[in-house]
């Protein structure tokens, strides 16, 4: 359950990243929302740090595998963020780095 949460908080907190830094690009928030664009900092670090304390208690206080499965799950959700959002499709380079990311996750969660 633990690994459930901390996937969960780190979708939670990428999709919020996203919106801060890419949302500024589409939709001009930083100059017409100046300290709501930068209040969203606040619960995205909340995000981070619940994702985090779920992802190390799910393996038994190893760090590692938070920090890539938060790098793999940020990949993910910037891909469908960004396809959603601004219609980018994937180069084939691209879509390497993206299975690249989901495999990293993989081996994470399955490899004991």
């Known amino acids: 359950m633990n690994l459930f949460y901390g996937v969960l908080w780190g979708i939670v907190g990428q999709i919020l990243t996203f919106l801060q830094?890419?949302?500024?690009?589409?939709?001009?928030?930083?100059?017409?929302?100046?300290?709501?664009?930068?209040?969203m900092s606040v619960p995205m670090a909340y995000c981070y740090?619940?994702?985090?304390?779920?992802?190390?208690?799910?393996?038994?206080?190893e760090l590692w595998p938070?920090?890539?499965i938060g790098f793999g799950v940020g990949i993910v959700i910037f891909y469908i963020m960004?396809?959603?959002?601004?219609?980018?499709?994937?180069?084939?380079k691209t879509l390497v780095c993206l299975?690249?990311?989901?495999?990293?996750?993989l081996v994470q969660i399955f490899w004991k």
């Open 21 to 39: 830094l890419q949302g500024n690009i589409k939709w001009n928030w930083l100059e017409r929302y100046p300290i709501a664009t930068l209040g």
């Open 82 to 92: 960004s396809l959603f959002l601004f219609g980018e499709t994937l180069s084939t």
């Open 99 to 105: 299975l690249l990311a989901v495999s990293i996750i």
């Open 66 to 68: 938070s920090r890539l």
């Open 49 to 61: 740090i619940k994702s985090v304390e779920y992802l190390v208690k799910a393996y038994n206080g």
